[in-house]
């Protein structure tokens, strides 16, 4: 007889990375914690990456890692493993990334996850919680076996009269991205470099905004589907943007096909110069409907806020690169 899905119940461990002002001024690996799952024990651990001229790490990269020196890799097979960095408020997913559902085959191989990171967009994206000097990661570890599916030898004549209910969907909905400083999020970051909202979910899928207050003195807003690491659906979805503070602004709908190789979708904000704004403050509100086939009677709305706060850091370093730059106008 054929074998059907064999899998333990999933593991969450929240991990709190402390002392964040010394660990972006060191080069060295700090381990944050060691989680055990089924007999194996997988090390956390954090590694600034790259120096600015402030002493300051450019990126953070955040692995999970088999210690193979403690026990042999005959249960990591089939393990799938996910890391995410949290908003200061440690609840709500910014930054993520997964394995592959069963990323060991065998035993001999070494498996490490990770996870890098930009340290200014970290900081940008609330992050870092200035009160307690710290952030927090949050892993997930699973035990999966693919499927084994039995020959279909009577072919549908034992088909089940049971009618399952599909579950309620969030088919539409609206993020609310606040940002408390237009200016200053552009002094922190790079030319480039986003700040990002928190996750959130709308018709099977995870959604999160992305905000880039200058990129060739252009600002730009995107909307991203976080791509899974199992085959993703295609889904078309409408949607539209709402801006209200430094600019008030309302677009038309939109639509777009996301899908593996189109995960995103933007747009230029001329409205939001490079100039310095009276209205320094900025409310973006996303408002995203999944086009369906035909409707479906049980779908819901869900919204939910991503809040933005400059913490004194961004402030201090904005204002040490405007000394730095009048005195070399002056030189």
Not at 98 to 124: D, G, H, K, Y
Not at 198 to 215: E, I
Request: hydrophobic letters at 35%; a neutral charge.
């Amino acid at each position: 007889m054929g074998a059907t899905t064999s899998q333990s119940a999933p593991m969450t461990s929240v991990v709190t990375v402390p002392r964040y002002s010394k660990l972006v001024r060191s080069p060295d690996v700090l381990s944050v914690g060691t989680l055990l799952f089924r007999d194996l024990y997988w090390d956390v651990q954090v590694k600034p990456m790259g120096f600015d001229e402030d002493g300051l790490a450019e990126d953070l990269v955040v692995s999970a890692a088999i210690n193979r020196g403690l026990h042999t890799l005959d249960s990591a097979v089939g393990t799938y493993i996910s890391i995410e960095i949290l908003d200061a408020t440690g609840k709500h997913t910014v930054f993520h990334n997964e394995s592959n559902r069963a990323t060991i085959q065998e035993p001999s191989e070494c498996f490490m996850l990770c996870l890098c990171v930009s340290r200014r967009e970290m900081e940008a994206s609330s992050c870092v919680c200035a009160r307690y000097n710290e952030f927090t990661l949050r892993c997930t570890l699973e035990k999966k076996q693919q499927q084994k599916k039995r020959p279909r030898l009577l072919g549908n004549s034992l088909k089940s009269d049971a009618v399952l209910e599909p579950p309620q969907v969030a088919m539409a909905g609206s993020h609310t991205l606040t940002i408390g400083s237009v200016s200053q999020l552009r002094a922190a970051l790079q030319d480039g470099e986003c700040a990002y909202s928190t996750h959130f979910a709308v018709g099977g899928s995870t959604w999160y905004l992305k905000f880039c207050p200058r990129s060739y003195k252009l600002t730009y807003l995107y909307l991203v589907r976080a791509n899974k690491v199992e085959e993703t659906p295609v889904t078309t979805a409408e949607f539209s943007f709402e801006l209200e503070g430094a600019v008030n602004f309302e677009s038309q709908k939109m639509r777009h096909t996301f899908d593996r190789d189109n995960d995103d979708f933007y747009c230029q904000l001329e409205q939001i110069g490079a100039s310095p704004m009276q209205e320094d403050r900025l409310v973006v509100r996303c408002c995203l409907a999944i086009i369906m086939p035909e409707e479906i009677p049980t779908a819901v709305t869900l919204c939910s806020e991503s809040v933005l706060t400059p913490t004194w850091r961004h402030a201090c370093l904005a204002s040490l690169r405007c000394r730095r730059q009048v005195q070399a106008k002056l030189v």
